[in-house]
């Protein structure tokens, strides 16, 4: 009877699975804020790669850790660098089974770890920024990324790189927008998975988490530009935004469950203080409950068999 009268149901392809994938390593690397994360080498994340096939989710998200970082984040563009490089790989390898995606921004390619460039004063130059981006689309979508992850909070930045895919006939190569992604303390683990160098904060770019109107209008900011999904991030301490942000799209509507979310279940769970896999089950409903669509996260292939 439960089952019978369930208003929200979990499925494998609304799952999407973020992996790391690090320049100049042997074999994949462990995430020790991240229990059962690693950073990749790109044949362990082909393995990875089919094993998401299998288990029938939705997509995976690419993120690239290079070795060499400087001011303008070059190896974001760089057909050689390590995420582009991944990219191929990968869509060469699973690119029929499942949606291959790719982080779109500048923080995990610079020295100074923001996501963007830098002005003569150290304050991000948006404008400056967006140009990167487009370069970054056109490498991106090149390599075979059909859904661009669009997270570096630039304003214009839907726009901007909607205009450069679609001049240089990338018109099927879809926008994410991350139109409300918030300056959490929820992103610290993410941090040691991609090395940052970030030194201070992002809350001249990120949102306030005090401010919840704000998201929404961000959001109708990013349709307005031609996103083709709106992203809320992070998702559980963002439910309201979630659904407001869902009432009001025509588009698809996802939320990425981050590494803080996921460090905490998995740290009291390791306790013994709660049962994992129910925690684990409850807090992707409460997700899809509150509207979204599909969600990031870094149990998908695991549910997706417990699901199975």
């Keep these: 009877m439960r089952r019978l009268t369930a208003e929200t149901r979990l499925h494998p392809a609304e799952l999407i699975l973020p992996v790391f994938v690090r320049e100049g390593i042997d074999e994949p690397r462990p995430i020790a804020s991240m229990p059962g994360v690693v950073q990749h080498t790109v044949d362990s994340l082909k393995a990875a790669a089919n094993e998401a096939a299998e288990a029938g989710i939705g997509g995976l998200m690419l993120f690239g850790v290079p070795e060499v970082r400087d001011a303008v984040g070059s190896g974001a563009t760089d057909p050689n660098g390590i995420l582009n490089v991944a990219t191929r790989a990968v869509a060469a390898e699973v690119g029929d089974a499942l949606v291959v995606q790719t982080d779109l921004c500048l923080d995990e390619f610079t020295d100074h770890g923001h996501c963007g ?153 390791a306790n013994g203080w709660i049962d994992r896999e129910r925690a684990v089950l409850e807090t992707l409903t409460s997700i899809r409950r509150a509207g979204a669509d599909a969600v990031l996260t870094y149990w998908a292939v695991e549910v997706a068999g417990w699901l199975k």
């Design 117 to 269: 460039v830098l002005d003569a004063a150290g304050a991000v130059d948006n404008d400056a920024t967006l140009e990167r981006y487009r370069d970054m689309a056109l490498a991106q979508a090149d390599a075979g990324s059909r859904i661009l992850g669009l997270s570096g909070m630039m304003d214009g930045q839907v726009a901007a790189v909607r205009d450069a895919l679609d001049s240089e006939g990338f018109t099927d190569t879809a926008v994410l927008a991350y139109a409300a992604k918030y300056a959490s303390s929820f992103y610290g683990p993410f941090r040691e998975a991609v090395d940052s160098q970030l030194q201070g904060d992002r809350r001249s770019y990120q949102q306030d988490p005090a401010n919840r109107r704000e998201g929404l209008r961000e959001a109708r900011l990013d349709l307005d530009e031609g996103a083709d999904i709106l992203m809320v991030k992070p998702a559980l301490s963002y439910l309201d935004v979630l659904s407001d942000v869902a009432a009001i799209s025509d588009i698809p509507v996802w939320a990425y469950q981050v590494s803080g979310e996921y460090s905490m279940v998995e740290a009291a769970a």
